[in-house]
C-alpha cells in the first residue's frame, strides 16, 4: 500500500461533493518486487548459491576444548625445564608488555623515563665494574637506589600538584 501525500485534500474534496465515501484514483505504479537473481542484500551467500543451481555443503563446527590455566602451566614448565635441562639456549624474554605497562604507569605519574634509564645504567655500569670492591659497589648501588627513589617521589609529588591545580 503506497501512502498518499494528498489525503487531506481528498478528503475535503470528498466533504464537498456530499460523498459517503473516499475513493483514491490509484494513479501511483504498483511495487515491483526485486528479483532473487539481483537481491543481493537480503539473501544470504547460501541461498544465492542455491537460487545458481550450487550444491552448498556445510561443515558441522567442531568442539575445541579450552586449554585451562593448568594445562598452560604444566606445558609451560614442560618447555622450561627442557630448555634448561638439554641444551643452554639464548632465548629473548619477551618484556614489551611490561616495558609498555611500565611506560604508562610512569607517565601517569610524572616520572621523566629517560632520566630514571639514566640511573638504572649507572647502576648496571657500577655493577658490571670489575675494579670496584664488593663493598663500594654495594655502597654506590645503594646511593643510586635511593637517588632514584627520591626521584620517583618528587616526580610522584610534582604530578599531584599539577592535578589539584586543574
Known amino acids: 500500500m503506497m501512502i498518499n501525500n494528498h489525503y487531506i485534500q481528498q478528503v475535503s474534496q470528498t466533504k464537498s461533493g456530499n460523498a459517503l465515501a473516499l475513493n483514491s484514483d490509484n494513479s501511483s505504479l504498483p511495487v515491483r518486487p526485486i528479483p532473487g537473481e539481483k537481491d543481493t542484500l537480503t539473501l544470504s551467500d547460501k541461498a544465492l548459491a542455491m ?12 568442539y575445541v576444548r579450552p586449554e585451562t590455566a593448568r594445562s598452560l602451566l604444566t606445558q609451560s614448565r614442560a618447555t622450561d625445564t627442557v ?16 616495558e609498555m605497562m ?5 607517565q601517569r605519574l610524572g616520572i621523566d623515563n629517560e632520566k630514571l634509564e639514566e640511573i638504572e645504567a649507572e647502576m648496571e655500569e657500577i655493577a658490571n665494574n670489575e675494579n670496584m670492591s664488593p663493598e663500594e659497589k654495594q655502597k654506590a648501588l645503594e646511593e643510586l637506589a635511593q637517588q632514584r627513589d627520591k626521584f620517583i617521589e618528587e616526580s610522584i609529588e610534582k604530578a599531584k600538584v599539577v592535578q589539584q591545580t586543574k
Open 51 to 62: 537460487m545458481k543451481g550450487h550444491e552448498v555443503i556445510e561443515i558441522a563446527p567442531s
Open 83 to 98: 630448555s634448561n635441562s638439554g641444551t643452554k639456549e639464548n632465548t629473548a624474554i619477551d618484556n614489551r608488555f611490561g
Open 102 to 106: 611500565q611506560s604508562i604507569l610512569n
